[in-house]
């Protein structure tokens, strides 16, 4: 619950600064917050997408980078543009030369450093939540085989994507398959997991150590393989 509290109130408070800088270029209040909530979600994808660039190579990389960068801008720019004609719509008795968008909303870099600001406070926040509230884990809810579970979220040791379904697999030897797919299973546990694989996607708490290019977790000492794309990342993680 606190862990859930925490992050609400990071977005929220997140969502609020933004719009206060948006008054700041000439927007009312009104204004500036549908605006900022109009732009919240590119943030919060540009957080997920930037998790996903692995610098295999450094080209590479980069161009994952690059790509994510221009993919990111476009949106960011569909939706000001959006919210601005809804606010015109709104508005219409104000002249439309009083509510044109502000050049600095349409500077790039002022853009991606707000977007950069926002993710890089909650990251920190993940952080600070990981070392000080690690009990205060949560329930994750999803639907196996036609019926709801619900477990702990420090219960999943890993998760398990075969094909069409995927399985988690939990303490006690229990494993459950799903529909979800992994990719949002990572988005959903965050911090405290993993990607070791692009099938496996582990606890970082239940990891014991590194055997070559396995990784050894839980009381059974299961071996889950390490694909290269992710090679980097976990030695970092484990040291």
Same mark, same amino acid.
């Not at 939540?129 to 579970?149: K, W, Y």
């Not at 405290?192 to 290019?213: D, M, N, P, T």
């Given at each position: ?13 997140? *969502? ?61 720019? *569909? ?121 496996? *996607? ?38």
């Amino acid at each position: 619950m606190k862990r859930n509290i925490l992050i609400w109130g990071y977005w929220t408070t997140a *969502l609020i600064l933004f719009a206060i800088v948006l008054c700041s270029t000439g927007y009312r209040l009104a204004e500036a917050l549908f605006l900022a909530t109009s732009l919240l979600p590119v943030a919060v994808l540009f957080r997920y997408l930037l998790a996903q660039v692995r610098f295999t190579t450094r080209l590479r990389g980069l161009w994952e980078l690059f790509f994510l960068l221009l993919f990111i801008l476009t949106l960011a720019f *569909l939706a000001i543009h959006l919210a601005q004609t809804v606010i015109l719509a709104f508005q219409s008795q104000v002249p439309a030369t009083e509510l044109n968008v502000p050049p600095i909303l349409l500077n790039p870099i002022f853009l991606l450093a707000m977007f950069l600001l926002i993710i890089t406070g909650d990251h920190f926040l993940g952080q600070i939540i990981e070392q000080h509230l690690p009990e205060d884990q949560g329930t994750i809810t999803f639907i196996s085989d036609r019926q709801p579970v619900t477990i702990m979220r420090n219960e999943i040791l890993y998760v398990e994507s075969r094909d069409t379904e995927t399985w988690v697999h939990a303490t006690d030897g229990r494993h459950f398959r799903n529909k979800r797919p992994i990719s949002v299973w990572s988005s959903l546990l965050g911090h405290g997991f993993l990607r070791v694989h692009r099938s496996f *996607l582990v606890c970082i708490s239940a990891c014991k150590r590194r055997e070559g290019e396995y990784i050894v977790l839980g009381d059974n000492d299961i071996r889950l393989p390490i694909s290269r794309k992710y090679k980097t990342e976990v030695q970092d993680v484990l040291e």
